[in-house]
């Protein structure tokens, strides 16, 4: 049995930053790739970003230059730093973990809501 457990959502102003943490636990020793996804009121579920054991990272374009995810120190923890905000980012961010990068175990998700 796997869980996972995003923290560090909330509201933020409009430009501004905020950090997601997420900690994986279970069954499995370790995840060959941790990210972010996240879904918009009415949208579907998108990538934000993953991260691979060995360093690599992959990014949606609208986010390059502005997010940045890392992995932590602890095993299975990984981080989103989000500069730079928008209003249409505002959605609930999953954070996913697994074996390839499908990352096919999920946490129950974090809200995020950039608003003035």
């Known amino acids: 049995q796997v869980q996972l457990v995003e923290s560090g959502g909330g509201l933020v102003q409009p430009g501004g930053s905020l950090r997601l943490s997420c900690a994986a636990s279970g069954s499995i020793t370790r995840f060959n790739y941790m990210g972010w996804h996240r879904q918009a009121p009415g949208k579907g579920r998108e990538l934000v970003a993953r991260?691979?054991?060995?360093?690599?990272?992959n990014y949606a374009d609208s986010v390059k230059g502005r997010f940045t995810i890392s992995s932590g120190t602890a095993k299975n923890t990984v981080y989103l730093q989000m500069n730079s905000l928008k209003s249409e980012e505002t959605a609930i961010y999953y954070c996913?973990?697994?074996?390839?990068?499908?990352?096919?175990?999920w946490g129950k998700g974090t809200l995020v809501a950039v608003s003035s």
């Open positions: 991260i691979a054991s060995g360093g690599t990272t």
């Open positions: 996913g973990a697994g074996t390839t990068y499908l990352m096919n175990y």
